[in-house]
Nanobody, 122 residues
Framework: QVQLVESGGGLVQPGGSLRLSCAAS????????MAWFRQAPGKEREFVAA????????MYAESVKGRFTASRDNAKNTIYLQMNSLKPEDTAVYCC???????????????WGQGTQVTVST
């Protein structure tokens, strides 16, 4: 089993930056593709970014391309989401997730963190 714990959320002004981290348990972390999803109150969970198990490939939602960067450090069992040029519409609970598949679909992800709140506001 894999447990995921996110951190790094908080309140930031529009145009600001945050870096989210997701620490994973387990000794097979490098076997998993990882992703970030987000969900605002009353909204559906949406894909944000995914990173291949090797870290060599990434996928992003169109809404965050050019602003967000996913990365991973398999030696530390950790993935990151660097978020720059943040907008109010980025406000959501951000969750990390693990999958055997490199995918943008939430249904492909087997393991989920508890989420960390990101609020972008003046």
């Amino acid at each position: 089993q894999v447990q995921l714990v996110e951190s790094g959320g908080g309140l930031v002004q529009p145009g600001g930056s945050l870096r989210l981290s997701c620490a994973a348990s387990g000794r097979t972390f490098s076997y998993y593709a990882m992703a970030w999803f987000r969900q605002a109150p009353g909204k559906e969970r949406e894909f944000v970014a995914a990173i291949h198990r090797s870290g060599s490939s990434t996928m992003y939602a169109e809404s965050v391309k050019g602003r967000f960067t996913a990365s991973r450090d398999n030696a530390k069992n950790t993935i990151y989401l660097q978020m720059n040029s943040l907008k109010p519409e980025d406000t959501a609970v951000y969750c990390c997730a693990g999958s055997r598949k490199y995918s943008t679909s939430r249904d492909d992800y087997d393991y989920w963190g508890q989420g960390t709140q990101v609020t972008v506001s003046t």
